[in-house]
Every structure is written in C-alpha cells, then in structure tokens.
C-alpha cells in the first residue's frame, strides 16, 4: 500500500503537468518553426516563433495555418507562416506595387521597394483568382465570410493566396509573435506590431 501511495504521489503531479502542457498546446501558445524565406526579411529560415492560439486576427497580423485542402501542393499537414491582409469581407488589389484593401493604400514598409514592386504583381482579386485557376471562389471581387487574403512578405518567392486562394478560419492555428529572443527589433515589430499601422 505503502508503495502504491509512494508511486501515486510522483505520478499524479506528472500526469498534471502533462495534461496541462497539452491544454496549454492546444489552446493557448505553441512554439513554431519558420520553414523557408517566404517572410523574409522579418523572419527567417528555421527562426522559432510564438504562436498565439487566442490572438484576434487583424490586417497585417502574420498567422500560422494547416495548408492542406488550403494550396493543393499541401498533401500532408503543412504549416504555413503568411501576413493577413485580407479579413472577411474586404476587396484586395495590387496596381505598381501598392497594395489597396477596400480602396485604401496599405503601407508596406515593413519590406523593400523590389518586393513591393516586381514581388507583389499587378492584380485583383478576381484577374489572379481566373488567372492562377483557383479550385474555390474563380472570380470572386472580396474575401469570402469566415476567411482571410495572406501574402509572404518575400513576395516574389512566396506561395500564397495569389496562386491558391483563401484561407479559411478554421485552418488557422494563430497569430505569430516574435519571440525575446529575437533581437532584430525593427523585424520583430514588423511581425508583432505592423497591425497598428496597416494603412498609410
């Protein structure tokens, strides 16, 4: 009995603390790992970041979602870091390098002239959605209800809702916070706080 209690005693406390850490996982914060230089220059190649499971998602967050059934490359689950730059209900257009949401100019200082230029195109929402022969929503003039437009801040090497589409709330897993130990403070602010300053 003795041993029994003894056992209980390590065990309860461990099972505790496991099952919050998968709560914690699941619902509130996990740890993610940037795969490819889609976000460059704010965030690189295998950089770890924060992702915030009860964040609210507005223009110009960077969020994590599964792009399986989003991009039809994604066979398997795919985590995919992108920008927000459409939420629900917005239109989205590209003319020289500026980006307009509903008719407003988005300021893009957070990456270079050439990406904003050559990178981004010349669009709307419905000339790439025919043009990249999107599977969901071909001609569609604004985003969907319950979905979102994302960009890769590298934009001339990045996959995203230019070639694919939207994607839809469900898949999104958070929004991205750099974490302290990055000590790139104009990326960082770039990542965390370029909602603040989505317009010019």
């Known amino acids: ?41 704010n965030l690189q190649n295998n950089e770890r970041v924060a992702c915030i499971k009860t964040a609210k998602i507005r223009h110009g967050s960077v969020i994590v979602f599964d792009a399986q059934g989003v991009d039809p490359q994604a066979v398997t ?38 990406q904003r230029g050559v990178g ?7 000339s790439i959605s025919k043009q990249n022969n999107w599977l969901k929503n071909k001609g569609a003039t604004k985003v969907p209800a319950g979905e979102y437009f994302v960009l890769g801040d590298h934009r001339s090497v990045s996959n995203d809702s230019r070639y694919w589409g939207f994607v839809p709330r469900k ?29 010019q």
């Not at 939420?87 to 390098?97: A, F, M």
């Not at 990055?182 to 770039?190: E, G, T, V």
């Open 120 to 126: 981004t195109g010349n669009w709307t929402l419905a």
């Open 171 to 199: 898949k999104v897993d958070g929004v991205v916070k750099a974490g302290f130990w990055n000590h790139q403070q104009p990326a960082k602010n770039n990542v965390d706080n370029q909602w603040k300053h989505f317009y």
């Open 1 to 41: 009995m003795k041993t029994l209690r003894s056992i209980l005693s390590w065990l309860v406390p461990v099972a505790i603390g496991l099952l919050l850490a998968l709560l914690i996982k699941q619902f509130v914060f996990q740890l993610v790992r940037v795969d490819g230089p889609s976000m460059q220059p």
């Open 77 to 114: 689950k795919t985590d995919y870091v992108k920008r927000v730059i459409g939420l629900p209900g917005d239109t989205v257009e590209s003319k020289n390098g500026k980006l307009y949401v509903n008719g407003k100019l988005v300021n893009q200082q957070y990456i270079n002239a050439e």
